[in-house]
């Protein structure tokens, strides 16, 4: 929009919305067997590899994960704040979630806060800061469960927009039957000025029986996006600048919109327009929705302190009806566009329109989850290629209005319901083992909400281990937690989508207990152990690995092992065999030397590329992958 456009809109007051727009701008232990051969339980071993002084992302991760789904927050708490604070580029958004709710249990509230922040912020961290491309080609390629209607009442020619809820009928606005033009409005869109109307809603959410709204807050220039305190008692509204029968302007002769208030007065009147104290000739306050307890009002502007064209902002309303300091919602809300026409439902959900984030086109509606901070586009039907905007919505009759150019010229905006269609979903959950990939018959399922209270719970069933919730609530998340003796407890967080679906999850489970046969390899409970190119020193992540050998071996102090050593392909064979026997040795002294091992226990020698695991022999190309594959440390069960 050039600024010769803007100008002119800015002077006139807006006909219809496109016009205001342009003019603001419990879990597995694992408890131990035996049988035949000893198990290894890992919670076990990594408790006392920690507390021998060991440090790793993995080693505190998998302790908290453990302490966590046994219920104990005190050591979750402990284990997460390790991980969080020494490796806080190792931490999933998920175990940032575990750790607030780890937090909250224990009742840190503020920290917890602090976790479910940074949980956040990763979740939403992908793709642009306002535009998801990968988010918007969904939104394009899905419809939600929403019945639209165009209302029959829509005035042909004019425009009709800005519903709002008065009570069991409708309010509105609508250049409908004034007959005022004036030369200014002529040479613009040849449309009357804006008032407020209003009508009874019928069983079909159509609008019958239009009447102007009584009382004195028509006047000779616009009035529109109106709304209700919860109470009945006052209505908030957007008016040109005119106030006590004064036109005002700012320094550049262009008149603002403000925000006034009316109050109830005999029968359905509201009488009593007072401007409200924080607008100014400057730049506009505009649009007003009011929060289910009547406590905070927000509204658009393009005040000092606007990101982009316009952003919604917020103020308290206090007892005595003055009013707070004004507060910006924000970055997390407000783009470099244009956000406006906020409305609050009576879950305290936020649903407004930009044109800062991608979309379908034009001006979309999105809505704002308070307590999830969580930011979608309320998709198709509601929002097309066109301006999609002033949505209201009630939570308990599935029933709301909008407003829409999307049937007509763009200067003729019209009021459409539309009712949500009941949502039937279904969550099946499978759990299988990690290795085998083989269904866990009787495995208990869990699902929680994200205050994590347990919803429902069960086992998993023959023949496929599968454990089934029947109606989910639609548009909600879910952690879907499985655990079963002798495995660790594995949780998965689900979304439920907003439109009737068959929502399949797998959980796999692993191990908790792990059989060590003779020529078991004890490697494979660790991590890869890694030496520095042509080296044979134990770096620091190698000595976490190793102190959990030891602590195996200190827990059968009958096993011997022997430790194998292994390069790959790359250089001279005869150097590699030296190279991997300097390493072997290193190896073996450090399992003596820190963990107090007998010599005797242990055997080994190294192999340098003799035993390779794969086809990247002398000559052959493969990539790093591959070779780090050859690459590695064994320590074999020999007897115990």
Same mark, same amino acid.
């Given at each position: 929009m050039n600024l010769k456009y803007y100008g002119i809109v800015l002077l006139v007051f807006v006909l219809n919305a496109s016009q205001i727009l342009a003019q603001e701008r419990e879990v597995a232990k694992g408890n131990k067997k035996f049988n035949q051969y000893a198990f290894v339980d890992s919670q076990k071993i990594y408790l006392k590899v920690a507390e021998g002084g060991y440090e790793s992302a993995d080693l505190f991760s998998k302790l908290g994960d453990s302490f966590y789904y046994n219920a104990d927050y005190s050591e979750a708490v402990t284990w997460y704040d390790k991980l969080v604070k020494k490796y806080a580029e190792s931490v999933t958004p998920d175990q940032y979630f575990r750790y607030a709710q780890a937090l909250r249990a224990v009742e840190q509230y503020d920290e917890s806060d602090e976790m479910i922040a940074r949980y956040q912020e990763l979740m939403d961290a992908a793709g642009e800061a306002y535009y998801d491309p990968n988010t918007i080609t969904k939104i394009r390629s899905e419809r939600?469960?929403?019945? =639209?209607?165009? +209302?029959?009442? $829509?005035?042909?020619?004019? *425009?009709?927009?800005? @519903? &709002?809820?008065?009570?069991?009928?409708?309010?509105?606005?609508?250049?409908?039957?004034?007959?005022?033009?004036?030369?200014?409005i002529?040479?613009?869109?040849?449309?009357?000025?804006?008032?407020?109307?209003?009508?009874?809603?019928?069983?079909?959410?159509?609008?019958?029986?239009?009447?102007?709204?009584?009382?004195?807050?028509?006047t000779e220039f616009h009035e529109s996006t109106a709304t209700l305190s919860p109470d009945g008692a006052s209505l908030y509204f957007t008016r040109n600048n005119f106030t006590a029968d004064q036109y005002r302007s700012d320094?550049?002769?262009?008149?603002?919109?403000?925000?006034?208030?009316?109050?109830?007065?005999?029968?359905?009147?509201?009488?009593? =327009?007072?401007? +409200?104290?924080? $607008?100014?000739?400057?730049? *506009?306050?505009?649009? @007003? &929705?009011?929060s289910p307890d009547g406590k905070i009002l927000y509204f658009a502007s393009d005040r000092p302190g606007t990101f982009g064209e316009s952003d919604l902002w917020k103020v308290a309303i206090n007892e005595d009806g003055s009013y707070g300091e004004v507060e910006n919602l924000g970055a997390t809300i407000n783009t470099p566009g244009r956000e406006t026409f906020p409305f609050i439902d009576k879950t305290g959900k936020l649903y407004f329109s930009t044109d800062g984030r991608g979309g379908l086109g034009g001006l979309d509606v999105y809505i704002y989850d308070f307590e999830k901070n969580m930011l979608s586009n309320i998709g198709a039907p509601i929002n097309s290629t066109k301006d999609d905007f002033t949505f209201v919505y009630d939570t308990d009759s599935g029933k709301g209005f909008f407003a829409s150019n999307r049937a007509n010229d763009p200067l003729d905006d019209d009021i459409y319901s539309f009712i949500r269609k009941a949502c039937e979903s279904v969550l099946t959950v499978n759990v299988i083992d990690k290795e085998t990939k083989e269904p866990l018959n009787g495995a208990l399922v869990g699902v929680r909400d994200l205050e994590n209270e347990l919803l429902i719970s069960g086992e998993a069933v023959a023949p496929d281990a599968t454990f089934i919730y029947e109606d989910p609530d639609c548009g909600e998340e879910y952690f879907a937690r499985a655990e079963m003796k002798g495995y660790t407890t594995a949780e998965k967080l689900v979304a439920i989508p907003e439109e009737s679906?068959?929502?399949?999850?797998?959980?796999?489970?692993?191990?908790?207990?792990t059989s060590i046969p003779p020529d078991f390899d004890l490697g494979k409970l660790i991590n890869p152990i890694y030496f520095d190119f042509d080296k044979s020193y134990i770096r620091p992540d190698a000595a976490v690995e190793l102190a959990k050998i030891i602590?195996?071996?200190?827990?059968?102090?009958?096993?011997?092992?022997?430790?194998?050593?292994?390069?790959?392909?790359?250089?001279?064979?005869a150097y590699n065999l030296a190279l991997s026997e300097r390493r072997n040795q290193s190896t073996i002294d450090y399992i003596i030397n820190e963990g107090g091992i007998a010599s005797e226990r242990?055997?080994?020698?190294?192999?340098?590329?003799?035993?390779?695991?794969?086809?990247?022999?002398?000559?052959?190309?493969?990539?790093?992958?591959?070779?780090?594959?050859?690459?590695?440390?064994?320590?074999?069960?020999?007897d115990y």
């Open positions: 939600q469960n929403y019945e =639209v209607n165009k +209302l029959n009442v $829509n005035a042909k020619g004019y *425009s009709d927009f800005a @519903p &709002a809820f008065y009570g069991e009928k409708l309010l509105f606005a609508s250049t409908r039957d004034t007959g005022t033009f004036t030369s200014r002529h040479k613009w869109n040849n449309q009357p000025f804006l008032d407020l109307y209003v009508g009874s809603i019928d069983e079909s959410a159509q609008v019958n029986s239009v009447e102007k709204l009584k009382g004195s807050i028509n320094s550049n002769k262009t008149n603002k919109l403000k925000l006034y208030k009316a109050v109830k007065g005999a029968g359905d009147s509201f009488e009593n =327009v007072v401007e +409200l104290p924080f $607008n100014d000739n400057d730049f *506009s306050t505009a649009h @007003p &929705a009011v679906s068959d929502v399949n999850v797998i959980i796999e489970l692993e191990k908790a207990t602590e195996i071996l200190k827990e059968y102090p009958e096993l011997h092992i022997d430790v194998r050593s292994h390069t790959d392909s790359r250089g001279n064979d242990l055997t080994g020698r190294g192999y340098g590329e003799t035993q390779l695991l794969n086809k990247c022999s002398n000559g052959v190309k493969c990539s790093e992958e591959q070779h780090q594959l050859n690459r590695r440390s064994e320590f074999i069960v020999q």
